[in-house]
């Protein structure tokens, strides 16, 4: 039962460069959602989805692309990253909007 | 603006000792809470989930005050392992972007 799984877990890139985020997750849940997490701000929330093919912006959602053709999959992308974008970013899924949601493992991204 | 706020401490408290936080939220609407524990540089795990007045689960026990907005933890004999920080967190109350996560409260649990 691998649950939800993030790839890189590490990411170290340069100003300007593109880098995706992948999150996979093998329960079908309709809902993921990605956030970042930074010191003094907590969890914010980036994008989310609530089934394939429909994706909507979070709290922060600039300088992000993100898109969902398979339901097992939801892909974030920093399309020119900033040393701004320098975070935790967490992958997670939940059955519906309002039920508990599973969190990846993270992945740490630094951008020089 | 919908918001989950929290003390975020931190609460020293010697092993074996009770500790209870407490959250309060904004959002009138929100339907389920729940409460994640996050240790330090890892992803946020349920702890509890919280849908009518209150929820126990062994040690831990989560109240619910809809009258007032907030939900309280209690932890019952602490133990060491339980050290790592607590988020409180509410649903959107209807809206798609799921849940409100509050910023935690950091708990250490001192031998």
Redesign the interface.
Known sequence: DAGITQSPRYKITETGRQVTLMCHQTWSHS?M?WYRQDL????R?IY?S?AADIT?K?EVPDGYVVSRSKTENFPLTLESATRSQTS?Y?CAS?SG??????????TRLTVT | RKEVEQDPGPFNVPEGATVAFNCTYSNSAS??F?WYRQDC??????LM?VYSSGNEDGRFTAQLNRASQYISLLIRDSKLSDSATY?CVA??G??????T????THLIIQP
Do not use: I
Request: glycine share 22%.
């Open positions: 809902y959602f003094g701000h907590g969890l929330l989310y609530a909507d979070g935790v967490f939940a909007a309002r039920y508990e949601q599973y969190f990846g493992p993270g | 339907q389920s729940f540089r890892k992803e946020p795990k349920l989930s988020l649903n959107s209807g809206g798609a972007d799921g849940l996560f509050g910023k935690g």
